[in-house]
């Protein structure tokens, strides 16, 4: 989130306080973003479907710079000549998106410590769609405690899930 305390010092450098963190869902993993990302996201390609395991990548961009892992380093998988894309080695969480050469790079945006902080403007790679999201979005709905059972949502509080924060 950016603070009015993060708008008054800002310097030129991805060491000045983050605006905003993430990492993966083992807690591994944990980056810094010196600058709020731009061009949020999401991409219907085939290659996005794959990496993220998912219908489609929401993805946004910062200089790549202003991006710094403070903890651990990501594995990386090339899927193309033009592409890498950054994971968690321990628990797959996919993390970031990078054309070769550019100097920008995207991270994931459920990533994110405050994952609603960044609202998508736009959708790629729209052939490959797999479902309209106004299909999706009519399907019944049903929060988690309302979906499981006592004693199986007892055993997932004990989560070994990461805090959204370092
Ligand atoms: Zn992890
Ligand atoms: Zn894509």
Known sequence: ML???????????????PVMTGGCQCGEL???????PTEPSICHCRMCQKAFGN??????????NELSWTRGTPGVFRS????ERGFCRD????????V?????IS???GSLDEPRSVEPVIQYGVESRV??????????EETTEEGTTPELLARMVMSHQHADRD
């Open 3 to 17: 603070t009015a305390r993060h708008k008054l010092c800002r310097m030129p450098d991805a060491k000045r306080s």
């Open 30 to 36: 944990r980056y810094a973003l010196a600058s709020e």
């Open 55 to 64: 219908y489609f990548a929401p993805l946004a961009e910062v200089p790549l």
């Open 80 to 83: 193309s000549e033009a592409v």
């Open 91 to 98: 628990c797959g969480t996919p993390l970031f998106y990078r």
């Open 100 to 104: 070769l050469g550019k100097d920008r």
């Open 107 to 109: 991270v994931s945006l």
């Open 131 to 140: 479902f309209a999201l106004e299909e999706l979005a009519a399907l019944p």
